[in-house]
């Protein structure tokens, strides 16, 4: 059996860094996409080679910019016979609290470009090898609840694009089924800074009094679901949305404030 290849966008920092090198432990091959981290890409798939033996290249690329999502998957392509596991990590976030009325278009179109359009667009590209050779896994981030449709205020611009992301996940999940590819978002907790790198087992003594479960979740909590999403074996589980929030109610927390 032909060994698979994994694009990760947003792969060389954070939580798409802790995806890759869950992914390498499985044998994947890799393609880590980085917009401006390029000497953290480079590093990590040099590492992720040396230790797992698996390919890896780093391809430098905005995804809220069509014509970079065309030039990452041409380049993919020619590098593996096909992307069989696309991680739409990456998504534009913007910590200033802002009203909808007060976004330019600028600001929004951003957005909504980073955290929905993208997901159209290196899902069309990728599909068609996906559908070619009958199996392909997309995993998309979400947030707590995006699939309530919640409102989230002073965040209308991402709460929106990531709810439409959800709702396309899903489609994406029911028009593909029969081509052995299935889709799946999952939604982080309250998972910041540093946090976002570290291992589970840096959190044996640290206590968060805020999460239900006692300790601040990790880079490698969120890694663990979307690498089981992506094995061989999880054909049967498509169009979930999976909450990884250590039992936190993240968006009740942010209306309290």
């Not at 890409?41 to 992720?48: D, K, P, R």
């Not at 991402?158 to 799946?184: H, P, Q, R, V």
């Not at 992506?230 to 929030?245: L, Q």
């Amino acid at each position: 059996m032909r060994d698979k290849a994994a694009l990760i966008t947003g792969g060389a920092t954070g939580i798409g860094k802790r995806t890759a090198i869950a992914l390498a432990e499985n044998g994947v091959h890799l393609v880590i996409n980085y917009r401006s981290s390029q000497k953290e890409a480079v590093s990590l798939c040099n590492e992720l080679t040396e230790k797992y033996g698996t390919r890896n290249i780093a391809i430098q690329g905005d995804i809220t910019i069509s014509s970079d999502c065309e030039k990452m998957a041409e380049a993919a392509l020619s590098e593996f016979p096909a992307i069989d596991i696309l991680i739409h990590n990456a998504g534009p976030y913007v910590h200033e609290r802002k009203e909808m009325a007060d976004y330019t278009f600028e600001q929004w179109n951003y957005l909504i470009n980073g955290n929905l359009n993208a997901v159209f667009y290196l899902s069309k590209l990728l599909l068609p090898k996906m559908r070619e050779n009958k199996w392909g896994r997309i995993v998309t981030i979400g947030f707590d609840r995006v699939e309530a449709a919640s409102g989230w205020i002073y965040r209308s611009a991402f709460a929106a694009a990531k709810t439409g992301a959800a709702s396309l996940t899903k489609s994406i999940a029911l028009e593909e089924a029969g081509n052995g590819i299935t889709a799946n978002m999952v939604c982080p907790g309250d998972i910041i800074g540093e946090w976002k790198e570290k291992n589970i087992e840096d959190t044996a003594k640290v206590e968060d009094s805020a999460s239900p479960v006692g300790r601040p979740g990790t880079g490698e909590d969120i890694a663990r679901v979307i690498s089981f999403l992506a094995d061989e074996k999880s054909g049967f589980i498509t169009g979930s949305i999976i909450p990884v929030t250590g039992g936190k109610d993240v968006l009740g927390k942010i209306f309290q404030e």
